[in-house]
């Protein structure tokens, strides 16, 4: 092996959970996530010369040491592989890592073991935009169609996107791509705010954060809705006559509902003229999305879905059936960056809009890039799309995003701003970091493990 291969060996694949006490303060609760701890399972790729990338996934706090167990068992795929041998032949690699004979079983491709999955392919697209200086958005716009398709696994979608299409689409995106640039570069991304909405807030929080962010120039807000009818009544009139009719309302279910209950639900709530219900059913419920997508489109609403979407195949089906209107990929859910990009490209072959789901624990910070990629190299508008904003745990990051007039604006430092600060992750580390020490010291979780 030459000397520069052994120096971009892999020699290690560090995990750690770490966990922020969001349910505190009922920050990012919702009808069915009524106490969450945003938390992270945090995966550092180390090269022989010193180099590291960082990826990361997302849960909501006990079960993280689940995920943290999985990047433990795939790891082994990783060590001693050098990195740019995999970067070469992205896609085949991918499917190395989801297919080994005896760890799929405990998947194929989908919980905890596809989000163990994401964490470490997340780190190593990290790692490559560092070692090519370039924040992760500008290299995947710098490479070339049949690079980029190259990373992509293209099994099982065959019937509706294929590799040659794949690369067509791309070229005809590259289009004027210098002027996007251009144009990003000077005004951002639009986002839209759920940090008015969350379900466990009383008067006094939806009031201020209202007040917030429409000082901040947001045109969007996001609601949770879903635990008890009359509550939600009150909470959308509330809402609306904070933030006017003449601003873009949606609302969320989070999963809660069965599939004549969200149409009967929906009907109700359809006077205050929400844009979209967010996963009103069961995330793997294809059939249902499409029927209540069918019943709310006179009302003028639209379904969003994919938060929670396993992976790439059911993406496919929520595409083909006409379910989801409005395509929510997560930058930490199904694998990472590489099984992301083919759910965009089957998206702009079928003119469905992306509006990502963002929030938790790096969420926004990853998921920018992925959506400035589309606009610049792929569908090349931002018309009627827009990336969720969350104001959570920023500040741990090295290299937080910048929000400017509601609108997210692209990253410069190299790398998928995933790396966050060692101070935060001294503090946060669970159960042992000191902030967790602190607060069973207090007896603030009773039911945590010390």
Same mark, same amino acid.
């Given at each position: 092996?030459?000397t520069t291969a052994e120096k971009l060996k892999i020699v290690g694949v560090d995990v750690q959970?770490?966990?922020?006490?969001?349910?505190?303060?009922?920050?990012?609760?919702?009808?069915?996530?009524?106490?969450?701890?945003?938390?992270?399972?945090?995966?550092?790729?180390?090269?022989?010369?010193?180099?590291?990338?960082?990826?990361?996934?997302?849960?909501?706090?006990?079960?993280?040491?689940?995920?943290?167990?999985?990047?433990?068992?795939?790891?082994?795929?990783?060590?001693?592989?050098?990195?740019?041998?995999?970067?070469?032949?992205?896609?085949?690699?991918?499917?190395?890592?989801?297919?080994?004979?005896?760890?799929?079983?405990?998947?194929?491709?989908?919980?905890?073991?596809?989000?163990?999955?994401?964490?470490?392919?997340?780190?190593?697209?990290?790692?490559?935009?560092?070692?090519?200086?370039?924040?992760?958005?500008?290299?995947?716009?710098?490479?070339?169609?049949?690079?980029?398709?190259?990373?992509?696994?293209?099994?099982?979608?065959?019937?509706?996107?294929?590799?040659? =299409? !794949? #690369?067509?689409?791309?070229?005809?995106?590259?289009?004027?791509?210098?002027?996007? +640039? @251009? &144009?990003?570069?000077?005004?951002?991304?639009?986002?839209?705010?759920?940090?008015?909405?969350?379900?466990?807030?009383?008067?006094?929080?939806?009031?201020?954060?209202?007040?917030?962010?429409?000082?901040?120039?947001?045109?969007?807000?996001?609601?949770?809705?879903?635990?008890?009818?009359?509550?939600?009544?009150?909470?959308?009139?509330?809402?609306?006559?904070l933030i006017g009719w003449d601003k873009t309302l949606m609302v969320d279910a989070n999963q809660?509902?069965?599939?004549? =209950? !969200? #149409?009967?639900?929906?009907?109700?709530?359809?006077?205050?003229?929400?844009?979209? +219900? @967010? &996963?009103?059913?069961?995330?793997?419920?294809?059939?249902?999305?499409?029927?209540?997508?069918?019943?709310?489109?006179?009302?003028?609403?639209?379904?969003?879905?994919?938060?929670?979407?396993?992976?790439?195949?059911?993406?496919?089906?929520?595409?083909?059936?006409?379910?989801?209107?409005?395509?929510?990929?997560?930058?930490?859910?199904?694998?990472?960056?590489?099984?992301?990009?083919?759910?965009?490209?089957?998206?702009?072959?079928?003119?469905?809009?992306?509006?990502?789901? !963002?929030?938790?624990?790096?969420?926004?910070?990853?998921?920018?890039?992925?959506?400035?990629?589309?606009?610049?190299?792929?569908?090349?508008?931002?018309?009627?799309?827009?990336?969720?904003?969350?104001?959570?745990?920023?500040?741990?990051?090295?290299?937080?995003?910048?929000?400017?007039?509601?609108?997210?604006?692209?990253?410069?430092?190299?790398?998928?701003?995933?790396?966050?600060?060692?101070?935060?992750?001294?503090?946060?580390?669970?159960?042992?970091?000191?902030?967790?020490?602190?607060?069973?010291?207090?007896?603030?979780?009773?039911?945590?493990?010390?």
């Amino acid at each position: 092996m030459s000397t520069t291969a052994e120096k971009l060996k892999i020699v290690g694949v560090d995990v750690q959970d770490i966990r922020f006490p969001t349910s505190l303060y009922a920050h990012g609760s919702d009808a069915m996530h009524t106490d969450p701890d945003y938390s992270a399972v945090y995966v550092t790729i180390k090269l022989r010369n010193g180099m590291e990338g960082n990826g990361m996934t997302f849960t909501l706090g006990r079960g993280n040491e689940i995920v943290v167990a999985a990047v433990e068992s795939l790891k082994d795929i990783v060590l001693g592989q050098v990195v740019t041998d995999i970067y070469k032949d992205f896609g085949n690699f991918w499917r190395a890592l989801t297919s080994d004979s005896q760890l799929r079983w405990v998947g194929p491709e989908k919980g905890v073991i596809h989000l163990a999955t994401a964490a470490i392919v997340n780190g190593l697209w990290d790692l490559w935009a560092k070692l090519l200086k370039k924040p992760l958005w500008r290299l995947l716009v710098d490479l070339e169609p049949e690079q980029l398709v190259s990373c992509i696994d293209f099994r099982y979608l065959s019937n509706v996107l294929t590799k040659n =299409e !794949a #690369i067509e689409i791309l070229r005809r995106g590259r289009e004027g791509m210098e002027s996007r +640039i @251009e &144009e990003l570069e000077a005004n951002g991304y639009p986002a839209y705010t759920t940090q008015a909405g969350w379900i466990g807030f009383n008067d006094q929080q939806i009031n201020d954060a209202a007040a917030k962010y429409l000082a901040l120039g947001f045109t969007a807000f996001k609601v949770k809705v879903g635990r008890n009818l009359y509550e939600d009544v009150k909470r959308l009139e509330k809402i609306r006559a904070l933030i006017g009719w003449d601003k873009t309302l949606m609302v969320d279910a989070n999963q809660i509902w069965e599939v004549q =209950e !969200a #149409i009967d639900w929906m009907t109700q709530l359809a006077v205050y003229k929400p844009l979209w +219900i @967010e &996963e009103p059913t069961s995330p793997d419920d294809v059939l249902g999305h499409a029927t209540i997508a069918s019943a709310l489109k006179p009302l003028g609403i639209a379904v969003a879905t994919g938060e929670m979407c396993c992976n790439r195949v059911l993406f496919k089906q929520f595409l083909q059936t006409g379910a989801m209107e409005y395509c929510q990929i997560d930058s930490a859910r199904i694998g990472g960056v590489n099984e992301i990009l083919s759910v965009y490209l089957m998206a702009r072959k079928m003119k469905v809009k992306v509006c990502p789901h !963002a929030g938790g624990v790096g969420l926004c910070e990853m998921v920018q890039h992925l959506q400035m990629w589309d606009y610049v190299a792929l569908s090349g508008t931002k018309e009627g799309r827009m990336i969720e904003y969350v104001d959570e745990h920023h500040e741990h990051f090295e290299n937080p995003l910048v929000m400017r007039d509601a609108c997210y604006i692209p990253p410069k430092a190299p790398g998928y701003s995933s790396t966050l600060k060692q101070e935060s992750v001294l503090k946060y580390s669970y159960p042992n970091g000191s902030e967790w020490l602190e607060m069973f010291q207090k007896g603030l979780f009773p039911r945590a493990k010390k």
